[in-house]
């Protein structure tokens, strides 16, 4: 090939590849009416997404988000209507432990989602350990709930015991109450599946 052959050949240049394009994110009235129906989406499974037959957790989740964007939007529930949960009730009759009761028909019940030192002062390999001693939580729990009827809200099995959120006569939360008074400690892997204190969400 001669040379002013060669100078006319053109070589041509791999092309870089185009970037992706990035979707463009709605403006004006469209973003706000998205984000409209999502407050309105929220606001509606916290309000009525037990009624309908929502999973417990969708309807929580949908609560929680509430109260973080506004307290209106989700208003924490009284302990009084939480109560109207239970689906057993439980005359005491003895206490075992910080976070462990028996009733009188000889169901065991472990309350959810909090652990209080074992009788020998030690705390389970992977529990939650409270400051608190073994008999102060022992006692704590007593007076709360020794002879009175609760009412409990079923929430799993344990070792042969029903994991359970109760609630004295007069609508205090035990659960919440233990952890509040430092006799127990909050269990988070539990409390995230079904929350305690949702009456008093702060007492956490």
């Known amino acids: 090939m001669s040379r002013s052959s060669r100078s006319n050949v053109v070589r041509l240049r791999p092309r870089s590849p185009t970037p992706p394009r990035r ?16 407050l309105l989406a929220i606001w509606l499974v916290s309000q009525y997404g037990e009624k309908v037959g929502l999973p417990a957790q969708a309807v929580t989740a949908a609560q929680q988000i509430g109260r973080t964007i506004s307290p209106a ?35 065991r019940v472990r309350l959810h989602a909090i652990s209080a030192r074992e009788r020998d002062e030690t705390c389970s390999q992977g529990h ?12 704590a729990l007593k007076r709360l709930v020794q002879n009175k009827t609760l009412s409990c809200q079923n929430i799993g099995q344990s070792y042969e015991r029903v994991t359970a959120i109760c609630w004295t006569p007069d609508h205090t939360e035990v659960n919440c109450a ?8 909050l269990w988070p ?13 702060d007492a956490l």
Do not use: W, Y
């Open 128 to 139: 939650p350990c409270p400051a608190a001693s073994a008999a102060t939580s022992t006692e």
């Open 189 to 201: 892997r539990f409390h995230r599946d079904v929350p305690i204190c949702q009456a008093t969400p």
């Open 178 to 185: 233990m952890v509040e008074s430092g006799n127990a400690a």
């Open 23 to 38: 979707p463009k994110m709605p403006k004006g009235p469209l973003a706000i009416g998205l984000v409209l129906l999502a």
């Open 73 to 107: 939007m989700a208003p924490a529930p009284t302990n009084e209507t939480l109560a109207r949960k239970a689906d057993f009730t439980c005359r005491v009759e003895r206490v075992n432990d910080g976070d462990t009761l028996r009733c009188k028909d000889g169901t």
